[in-house]
T-cell receptor, first 113, second 115 residues
Framework: DAKTTQPPSMDCAEGRAANLPCNHS???????VYWYRQIHSQGPQYIIH???NNETNEMASLIITEDRKSSTLILPHATLRDTAVYYC??????????????FGKGTKLTVNP | DTAVSQTPKYLVTQMGNDKSIKCEQN?????MYWYKQDSKKFLKIMFS???????INETVPNRFSPKSPDKAHLNLHINSLELGDSAVYFC??????????????FGSGTRLTVV
């Protein structure tokens, strides 16, 4: 079962920031927070991940609360192409071997013109 | 250019048939996976292989048999197809480097319809 809780849907105006929340109150000390998204009819796409520090890359920013029980994915300037289902996943990152991704229901983000 | 490629993209077949889905990755990853996304859009892992060795088998019926001839390929063979097997099947691959980065990459999916 997924260890995260996300709102089922959100709307955002094009050009504005999209802030997608995720609760993971049972996260363990060795677990990272990962975000993926799935654009309609495509495979999931990695966005960003973090442990406890805030992270930023060319796609998004990830803000993790100090107690690590929740996080927010920020798309700074949402475009219509950002319309997708966004998944927040917590899991350990191990060196070697393999790790499965446990997907929840995600948040359906709709970016409106 | 395609990193993780699956064939075919669409597959329509009758109940009881046997079919295969092929997956290839050119990323040099050492772990490959099969995920299933059902009609309710839940995405769940089925299998994973690391260096051709089966690592994860998530209580999948034995009608499903993955085969990994080498690190770059992971095929999925399904015997005696049932209506409930209709879904989108995604192949994925990943790797681990010194920073713990994974490069988890999914293919574009194979939409299987059993009639």
């Amino acid at each position: 079962d997924a260890k995260t809780t996300q709102p089922p849907s959100m709307d955002c105006a094009e050009g504005r920031a999209a802030n997608l929340p995720c609760n993971h109150s049972t996260i363990s000390g060795n677990e990272y927070v990962y975000w993926y998204r799935q654009i309609h009819s495509q495979g999931p796409q990695y966005i960003i991940h973090g442990l406890k520090n805030n992270e930023t890359n060319e796609m998004a920013s990830l803000i993790i609360t100090e107690d690590r029980k929740s996080s927010t994915l920020i798309l700074p300037h949402a475009t219509l192409r950002d319309t997708a289902v966004y998944y927040c996943i917590v899991r350990p990152t191990l060196r070697g071997g393999s790790e499965k991704l446990v997907f929840g229901k995600g948040t359906k983000l709709t970016v409106n013109p | 250019d395609t990193a993780v490629s699956q064939t075919p993209k669409y597959l329509v077949t009758q109940m009881g048939n046997d079919k295969s889905i092929k997956c290839e990755q050119n990323l040099g990853h050492d772990t490959m996976y099969w995920y299933k996304q059902d009609s309710k859009k839940f995405l769940k892992i089925m299998f994973s292989y690391n260096n051709k060795e089966l690592i994860i088998n998530e209580t999948v019926p034995n009608r499903f048999s993955p085969k990994s001839p080498d690190k770059a390929h992971l095929n999925l063979h399904i015997n005696s197809l049932e209506l409930g097997d209709s879904a989108v099947y995604f192949c994925a691959s990943s790797r681990f480097d010194r920073r713990g980065e994974e490069g988890y990459t999914f293919g574009s999916g194979t939409r299987l319809t059993v009639v």
